[in-house]
């Protein structure tokens, strides 16, 4: 049974499949993302940038005024579409400055935010002067989930701005990571998902925390068990299940697509990482991933298009683990290379994490095709 | 015939892009993309050509007869009034 049917994701604009594609022949960066703040008004445990504590942006950061000097070297080198994530973006006092600006050099603009400030200016801003999409994290679907989770009092008011958001007419996507914290009420998320009728992103994997000053282990990480479970679960409720005979249709496709060199080295990027996209961080550093903190250089001292030619050579000797290529449990994994250097410190390492969790959910898989319950997530 | 200020002509990976920019967007939020023979006609207002003189460029680029060209031009400047992209010269942006 389908029980989700509003649980989509938002697919993408096919010319902005276009643009990638032709990007990707030439080396145009067609999109990329600007992090304009690692300050938050949250304090989420499991945040892999913000380190707690610091609400308002933080010294160093950069100014609007570089930051539309950078967007129009983007614009210059082909960037069309851009996300402006944090932190929390809209805690920046100057933040309709940077996107009106923006957005008169012709980008597409998409915002990450927690939902909680699109109030007052800047909900009649997004009101009169739509972004091409509000991406917006719902953490939970209780008051009490969002103190847990967030350190924040703030169910109430997110729900009410993605209502209000939603009835001028924008475009939003809702982003749902399920933790420790809130796993066990995916059925009550998935509930609110629906009654809100948008599309839906889901994550159980969570990166460990790579960007953060301090190092901390990953708070609040499922399991790999507890992960792959819950994914199972969340397919199973949208309909979209992997059936054993799919997954091997997919083996077969992955076969016949893997890099050239056979099993000399592994396979390089297959994302749109330094292909088509960049990523530059609050102190205007350029890197390929935001999950991947090797930045290549400083955008404002060196220029977007050295940055960019620089982040392109890097992607370009980024290796896969050979473990990988031939992998029996692909189909059900979402190893990529950040995943890969963010688990182990290194590209070419197959991250344990994501092993477990693929291998249980095989497993779970093979357990239902025998027409066994699946097991609910912890 | 003049290109609205509330659009911007982009060329990126060899396309030319008509995007909406401000509040624009909120009557349409996405991005048209130009035929060749459309991307030569938005050039030609952009350097201040009217119609009759955009219609000329394109007969003599695409070797076509001057007047399909002349109504394959007000046909294309037509449906880019209409989406509000083309103003008259003395229109207010
Ligand atoms: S399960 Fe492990 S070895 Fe297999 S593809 Fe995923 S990360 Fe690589």
Redesign the pocket.
């Known amino acids: 049974m389908n029980e989700l049917q509003a649980v989509t994701t938002a697919s993408e604009p096919p010319v902005s499949r276009k643009l990638h594609a032709i990007g990707r022949r030439l080396g145009t960066p067609v999109s990329g993302t600007f992090e304009l703040t690692s300050g938050c008004n949250f304090n989420c445990r499991m945040c892999y940038i913000h380190d707690g504590g610091a609400k308002d942006p933080q010294a160093g950061e950069l100014t609007a005024a570089q930051w539309l000097s950078i967007g129009k070297e983007a614009a210059d080198a082909g960037t069309v579409f851009l996300l402006l994530t944090g932190g929390e973006p809209l805690l920046r006092r100057d933040f309709a400055e940077i996107y009106t600006g923006l957005k008169k050099l012709g980008m597409m603009i998409s915002v990450n935010t927690n939902g909680s400030l699109i109030t007052g200016d800047t909900a009649a801003l997004f009101e009169k002067n739509p972004p091409m999409r509000l991406n917006i994290s719902l953490y939970a679907d209780t008051p009490e989930g969002y103190r847990r989770q967030c350190g924040a009092d703030a169910y109430e008011n997110v729900v009410s701005n993605i209502r209000r958001m939603k009835a001028a007419g924008v475009q939003i996507k809702l982003n749902v990571s399920f933790t420790e914290y809130n796993a066990d009420r995916f059925r009550e998320i998935a509930a609110l998902v629906r009654e809100l009728d948008l599309h839906c992103q889901t994550s159980v994997y969570m990166y460990p925390p790579v960007r953060r000053t301090s190092p901390t282990a990953a708070q609040g990480r499922l399991s790999p068990e507890a992960a792959a479970k819950l994914r199972v679960q969340w397919d199973l409720m949208c309909g979209k299940t992997p059936t054993p005979e799919s997954a091997e249709e997919l083996r077969k496709l992955l076969r016949v697509s893997e890099c050239d060199d056979g099993n000399a080295r592994g396979e390089g990027v297959r994302c749109r990482a330094g292909h088509t996209a960049y990523w530059i961080d609050t102190k205007g550093q350029m890197m390929m991933c935001g999950m991947v903190p090797l930045p290549v250089g400083s955008v404002p001292e060196e220029g977007f298009l050295s940055c960019w030619q620089k982040t392109r050579a890097l992607m370009q000797t980024v290796r896969m683990?050979k473990?990988?290529t031939n992998?029996s449990?692909?189909p059900y994994?979402c190893?990529c290379p950040a995943a890969c250097f963010a688990e182990t410190g290194d590209f070419s390492t197959?991250?344990a994490y994501?092993?477990e969790m693929?291998s249980c959910i095989e497993q779970e898989l093979l357990r239902l095709n025998k027409g066994e319950k699946a097991i609910e997530a912890e | 015939m003049k290109l609205s200020e509330d659009f911007i002509c982009r060329k990126v990976c060899g396309e030319t892009l008509l995007m909406p920019i401000g509040e624009k967007t909120k009557e349409f939020n996405g991005i048209f993309t130009l035929s060749e023979t459309g991307a030569l006609l938005i050039d030609a207002i952009v350097k201040g050509e009217n119609a009759d003189g955009a219609a000329a460029l394109l007969a003599e680029q695409f070797a076509v007869d001057i007047e399909i060209a002349r109504q394959d031009t007000l046909a294309f400047f037509e449906q880019l009034q209409q989406y509000g992209i083309l103003l008259d010269d003395d229109a207010a942006d």
């Open positions: 683990p473990k990988c992998c449990l692909r994994c190893v197959a991250p994501l092993c693929s």
